[in-house]
């Protein structure tokens, strides 16, 4: 498990771009047969992808300090690969792509495997410490709260799907859903917005191969970018903005950890004064 430190806005401003790169940029999410593991000090977070060609066990280390991975955390799965399953205190619970899960505290094993290992499914995860358990619950697009937003003039046209939320499965901590943008729309969260109470977790997929995505980061008058790929994630701290513009549509899964669950606890920017 690769471990990543909180960083000072102050500091923030004089990073380059490889610094940034190392500190915010998260990379090879899905090697054949492998779990890749992040944690970041910003919440507790962890942010992980799973690409099982045999079954992966997710197991606990001197990192968290515990005996099994969830003994005092909680995740959130969607599966943005091909048909897969996770098998979750011995019940097998299969997901198709964009199909999520939500695991609760104390939940003791957790496996990750491919239907077809010549065609894996890769599981994209987070997960933040919990206080309180509830119970494993699937979660699937058709079933989640929706919302639709944008302007097709302004580029933006999206949908968006919350997966893990107080008005859907519940969480201790944890929030995360997914959106979508149309054909010709590129932007996402824009008008940008920071909020101080919580961190997020941009991941970015579905994106052209031959595609460029372009994070705006950073103070709203302090702002920095990084060029991001197909299948890449990014650590937003609550001080930052977090947006994006790509040379074709995609989509993204969002996940946040903090003060409370509120999705619309924002604090909005002003383009025309604030943002530099």
Known sequence: METRYPANPEDFRNYDTERIRAEFLIQ?????????LTYTHADRMVIGGACPLEPIRLEGGKELGTGSFLERREMGVINVGSQG???VDGEDITLDSTEGLYLGKDTADVVFS??????PARFYLLS??????????KATRNESVTANLGDKSQ??????YKYIHPGGIQSCQLVM???????GSV?????????ERRMEVYFYFDLDPSAILVHLMGEPEQTRHLIMHNEEAVISPSWSIHSGCATSNYAFIWGMLGENQTFDDMDAVDLTSQLR
Not at 114 to 119: A, G
Not at 128 to 135: E, N, Q
């Open 85 to 87: 399953s996770v098998s």
């Open 155 to 160: 580029a933006n046209v999206r949908t968006i």
């Open 177 to 183: 859903g997914m959106t979508v943008l149309e054909p």
């Open 114 to 119: 491919s239907s077809d290992p010549n065609d």
């Open 28 to 36: 090879s999410l899905f090697t054949p047969g492998k779990l890749s």
């Open 187 to 195: 932007w996402n969260s824009m008008p940008c917005h920071t909020h």
């Open 128 to 137: 933040g410490p919990a206080h309180k358990r509830y119970p494993v619950q």
